[in-house]
Structures are given as structure tokens and as C-alpha cells.
């Protein structure tokens, strides 16, 4: 056989391994839509609904899958959300209407991200520089961005107040659409899109996504390959705070007003989901399609099983087993050289 042969098969071997989360999303998509009242699950305006609930978590997966595939981890994500969510509510609230000109999330998103990107290079620099672990950095940075952000609150919400367009379009980020009526496609969900492309092609594309995933397999051979890991590492997580960030905004329109105690516990969704697509948690391997399969089972599973109406107990034992079996398969796979 030839050499040709082989690696050709190998190549398609490898894409049925990395993509075979998707039968399990088409599983689940089918189940439930034969077991919903009326097919309800299956009908174009509940659809519509999971893609646009699930875009917050795709944002904030993709930027993790970043951090994860240098061998990392990031478990602030939750009160950089929270933090940004409140700093752009403030920024708004407290400056008079059309302060910031006829589309004021030019202004705020690009202040947002760059305060993302800055917390996640000072989370760089401890990992790096100070040699502290990864999971240690990052729930220090946790406890600090959920302590800062109840300071800066006083522990309350932040709501608009009287009509204001400012607001207005900052909330539209969250839960406004795009294009004709009769598509009624989701502000979020673009903006999820156009993230997973960004993420795709810095990955697959650049120099970049290619030390990551050397960084993730072998860490000290890249180094004495003369690659700069620090400066890679500090990118890699200043990109993923500054989709943070992004995600944080959306969240915030999503919800309408800006809580400070917003997204608690959503790192475990955000790790799950990475490693549910597919991202080994050793780093080195994965790819943004696999990420979003993940989001997607995470938001399939969570819409079905509540349209069923299962008490939260059933819902938690159902979801852990299909998890489970998911990432199950997708071990099988890899260990049969699929």
C-alpha cells in the first residue's frame, strides 16, 4: 500500500474521530424531537431559541479552547464575564444619552475587549514569569474579578434607567436580530459565528494557532525550537480575555441589565464543553467545529430536557449520563485509531 494510501486514510480516519461528536448531536436532536409534546423541539422558532441561548457559551468556549490547548487553563471566565458586564452597564448608565454617538458598542465593546485582552496577559505574566500554576492563577484571578465587581456594585444590579438608545443597543448585542423578518436571524448567534471563523483561522491558518498546538503536545521542544512560549502563552490568554469579555457583553444584553453575581459557576459549563469537543484538557489537540458541537450538545440538552418538564434531579442525571456517554465515544474512537 502506498504511502499516499495510507496517509489518506489516516486523514479520514482522523476527521470520523474529531467529528463524531456531531452523530451525537443529531442523536439528541432527534430524541428529542420525537419525545417533545407536538415536535416542539423540532419547530424553527425553538431552534432559533437554542442557538440563541447557546451563544454566550460559544463565545466563551472558543476563547477557552485557546487556553486549553497550550495546556492550560482559565477559570475566571465567569467573573471577567461578570466584571465587563457591569463596567459596560456603568459606562452607559452614567453618561448622558448619546454620549457615545449613534452606536455606542463601537465605542464600549472595543474598551471591553481591550480590558479583556490586558487581564488576560497579566494572567500570562503569573503563569509564566512567576511559575504559578495555571488552575492556582486563575482562581486567584476568579476570587479577585468577583470580589471587585461586587465592590464596584455594592452587590446590586445595574439597570438602565429612563428610555435610552444607548442601552438600547447594547442590550440589542444580546438579544436583537439580523436581517429580514422571515430569517430572524439572532444578533448572539452571529456574533458567536463570526468568533468561531476568527478562532478557526487563527488556529488552522496562522503561525500563531501552530505554536499553540506545539506549546499543548511539547512544551520544552518548542522552546528549544527557538519559540517564543511566553510571548505565545501571553496571546493565547489575552485572546481568550478578551473573548471573555465579548462574551460578558452579550451576556449582559442578554439578560438586559448587568448583575454582579452573572455567570457564577459557568466555567464548568465552558471547560465541558471544550472538552466534550473534543479539546484533550492535556492541551495539543482540537479544533473550534469540535468546540461548537459541544456548546451545542450543552444547549440541546438543556432546552429538551426542560421542554419535557423533568424535575431538576431527572435533569441532572440524564445530562451527566449523556455527557458521559459523549465523551465516552469519543475516547473510544481515539483509543481504536479512528
Keep these: 500500500m502506498s504511502d499516499g494510501t495510507v496517509e489518506q ?106 480590558f479583556g485582552f490586558l487581564w488576560g496577559g497579566a494572567t500570562a505574566a503569573f503563569i509564566t514569569r512567576l511559575a504559578i500554576p495555571p488552575l492556582v492563577t486563575t482562581l486567584g484571578t476568579m476570587a479577585v474579578g468577583r470580589g471587585v465587581v461586587q465592590w464596584i456594585t455594592g452587590a446590586e444590579a445595574v439597570r438602565g434607567g429612563a428610555p435610552d438608545g444607548d442601552w438600547d443597543a447594547l442590550v440589542w448585542l444580546g438579544q436583537g436580530f439580523l436581517g429580514p423578518s422571515e430569517w430572524n436571524l439572532a444578533a448572539p448567534a452571529a456574533v458567536a459565528s463570526a468568533v468561531a471563523l476568527v478562532g478557526a483561522f487563527l488556529l488552522h491558518r496562522t503561525t500563531f494557532g501552530t505554536y499553540l498546538y506545539g506549546i499543548g503536545c511539547n512544551e520544552e521542544a518548542c522552546r528549544l525550537s527557538g519559540v517564543d512560549v511566553r510571548r505565545v502563552k501571553a496571546l493565547a490568554y489575552g485572546f481568550a480575555g478578551a473573548v471573555f469579555a465579548l462574551a460578558g457583553v452579550m451576556n449582559f444584553g442578554r439578560m438586559g441589565y448587568a448583575l454582579p453575581a452573572a ?54 442525571v440524564i445530562k451527566g449520563a449523556v455527557l458521559l456517554a459523549a465523551v465516552a465515544l469519543d475516547r473510544s474512537l481515539r483509543r481504536r485509531g479512528v
Excluded at 280 to 306: Q, R
Design 9 to 114: 486514510r489516516e486523514r479520514s480516519r482522523a476527521r470520523l474521530r474529531d467529528f463524531g461528536i456531531y452523530g451525537v448531536l443529531l442523536l439528541l436532536v432527534a430524541f428529542f424531537g420525537t419525545c417533545t409534546r407536538n415536535h416542539a423541539f423540532i419547530q424553527r422558532a425553538n431552534l432559533l431559541d437554542v442557538l440563541k441561548q447557546s451563544s454566550v457559551l460559544a463565545v466563551a468556549a472558543i476563547g477557552m479552547t485557546f487556553v486549553v490547548l497550550t495546556g492550560g487553563i482559565d477559570l475566571a471566565v465567569g467573573s471577567v464575564m461578570a466584571l465587563v458586564g457591569v463596567l459596560a452597564a456603568l459606562a452607559v448608565r452614567h453618561t448622558e444619552p448619546g454620549t457615545f454617538g449613534d452606536w455606542p458598542w463601537l465605542v464600549v465593546l472595543p474598551a471591553a475587549l481591550a
Design 263 to 316: 455567570a457564577s459557576g459557568f466555567e464548568l459549563d465552558v471547560v465541558t464543553a471544550v472538552v466534550l469537543g473534543g479539546v484533550s484538557i492535556t492541551g495539543g489537540e482540537g479544533h473550534v467545529a469540535g468546540v461548537i458541537a459541544g456548546v451545542l450538545i450543552l444547549g440541546v440538552l438543556e432546552n429538551g430536557l426542560i421542554m419535557m418538564n423533568l424535575q431538576f434531579y431527572e435533569i441532572a
